[in-house]
């Protein structure tokens, strides 16, 4: 289908957890629309993590062009600043070229950040550098928890499981004077973009479960082992952000026998489920914009039927 017209048409931004169907729907628009997807997934920017993060297939990327996807080693920071950027500029070009833009992925901060704008919180690299280097260990880290539970109460009660995040938090009240949960709820009063038209995928809880058992077993059977295998050996483990993918945890616990094969199946769906818990947690309370779409259901023809019916 051709999308000519004297204005664009809103692009469509598929958001929902693990295993909702993202990318079969996205490819789907894009096949139907002239599109061209830009991956809003944080892990499948990292080259070699094919099988661990779900990327589309080789065939796939091959028919459809994919943005986002194997820009950086594993050995690479890549954050949410980076992200906005490089996606600002896929959208440029993907329009340039008479395309629709396909925005598709779990992220749930690259997303809300696309689309309402990056947070308002500062930051400072020499800072931050110091403070990893002080705290980003299993050693240290438990000071800046001490620290915090006197100068900001809040921010370690909202992040106190998340290293990464405790950490950005005490730099932003650093800087601020401010704990990080304040600012954020500021940021939350923003409009969304206009140029965009959000949706959500919506799993019956039951069958979502049942779907992401079925894909880490299929994700297994295809080599997920072995792919982890080699990149554990290339220090995956010390990377510092290409580690928070799902699964490679489980598996490195398999490869060093504290966890028996049978088990490791359902020790990564139990990780998985409770990360997608999270993922709809945040879609339900960062996106108010969005169509909530219950799946199973023919959710091309409503994203379809939303980006090109007139603005009201």
Same mark, same amino acid.
């Given at each position: 289908?051709?999308?000519?017209?004297?204005?664009?048409?809103?692009? !469509?931004? *598929?958001?929902?957890?693990?295993?909702?169907?993202?990318?079969?729907?996205?490819?789907?628009?894009?096949?139907?629309?002239?599109?061209?997807?830009?991956?809003?997934?944080? #892990?499948?920017?990292?080259?070699?993590?094919?099988?661990? %993060?779900?990327?589309?297939? @080789?065939?796939?990327?091959?028919? *459809?062009?994919?943005?986002?996807?194997?820009?950086?080693?594993?050995?690479?920071?890549?954050?949410?600043?980076?992200?906005?950027?490089?996606?600002?500029?896929?959208?440029?070009?993907?329009?340039?070229?008479?395309?629709?833009?396909?925005?598709?992925?779990?992220?749930?901060?690259?997303?809300?950040?696309?689309?309402?704008?990056?947070?308002?919180?500062?930051?400072?690299?020499?800072?931050?550098?110091?403070?990893?280097?002080?705290?980003?260990?299993?050693?240290?880290?438990?000071?800046?928890?001490?620290? #915090?539970?006197?100068?900001? !109460?809040?921010?370690?009660?909202?992040?106190?499981?998340?290293?990464?995040?405790?950490?950005?938090?005490?730099?932003?009240?650093?800087?601020?004077?401010?704990?990080?949960?304040? @600012?954020?709820?500021?940021?939350? %009063?923003?409009?969304?973009?206009?140029?965009?038209?959000?949706?959500?995928?919506?799993?019956? !809880?039951?069958?979502?479960?049942?779907?992401?058992?079925?894909?880490?077993?299929?994700?297994?059977?295809?080599?997920?082992?072995?792919? =982890?295998?080699?990149?554990?050996?290339?220090? @995956?483990?010390?990377?510092?952000?290409?580690?928070?993918?799902?699964?490679?945890?489980?598996?490195?616990?398999?490869?060093?026998?504290?966890?028996?094969?049978?088990?490791?199946?359902?020790?990564?769906?139990?990780?998985?489920?409770?990360?997608?818990?999270?993922?709809?947690?945040?879609?339900? /309370?960062?996106?108010?914009? =969005?169509?909530?779409?219950?799946?199973?259901?023919?959710?091309?023809?409503?994203?379809?039927?939303? *980006? /090109?019916?007139?603005?009201?």
């Amino acid at each position: 289908m051709s999308i000519s017209r004297s204005k664009p048409l809103p692009f !469509p931004v *598929i958001m929902g957890p693990t295993a909702s169907g993202k990318t079969a729907l996205a490819l789907e628009i894009a096949r139907r629309m002239d599109g061209e997807i830009i991956s809003a997934d944080s #892990m499948q920017i990292y080259r070699g993590l094919d099988i661990g %993060t779900a990327k589309p297939t @080789l065939e796939e990327r091959r028919e *459809i062009p994919h943005h986002l996807i194997d820009i950086v080693e594993t050995t690479d920071k890549f954050d949410v600043f980076r992200f906005v950027d490089e996606a600002e500029k896929c959208l440029t070009e993907i329009r340039s070229r008479g395309h629709l833009p396909i925005v598709a992925g779990g992220s749930g901060l690259y997303l809300r950040a696309m689309l309402y704008g990056l947070d308002p919180m500062p930051s400072d690299p020499v800072l931050r550098a110091d403070i990893d280097r002080q705290f980003d260990n299993d050693e240290h880290f438990p000071e800046l928890a001490a620290l #915090m539970e006197k100068a900001d !109460p809040e921010d370690l009660a909202r992040f106190a499981a998340n290293r990464r995040k405790l950490l950005r938090a005490w730099e932003v009240f650093q800087l601020s004077g401010q704990p990080m949960v304040r @600012l954020q709820e500021r940021w939350k %009063t923003t409009p969304p973009r206009p140029d965009a038209r959000s949706f959500v995928l919506v799993w019956d !809880p039951a069958v979502l479960k049942q779907r992401i058992m079925e894909r880490c077993r299929a994700m297994l059977k295809a080599g997920w082992i072995e792919e =982890a295998e080699h990149f554990l050996g290339a220090g @995956l483990d010390r990377a510092p952000t290409a580690w928070q993918v799902l699964g490679y945890r489980e598996i490195a616990a398999y490869l060093n026998g504290t966890v028996p094969l049978a088990d490791l199946p359902g020790r990564i769906a139990t990780a998985t489920w409770q990360f997608a818990r999270r993922q709809n947690t945040w879609f339900r /309370t960062q996106h108010p914009e =969005a169509v909530r779409i219950p799946m199973p259901s023919s959710a091309a023809e409503t994203i379809l039927r939303k *980006i /090109t019916e007139p603005a009201s």
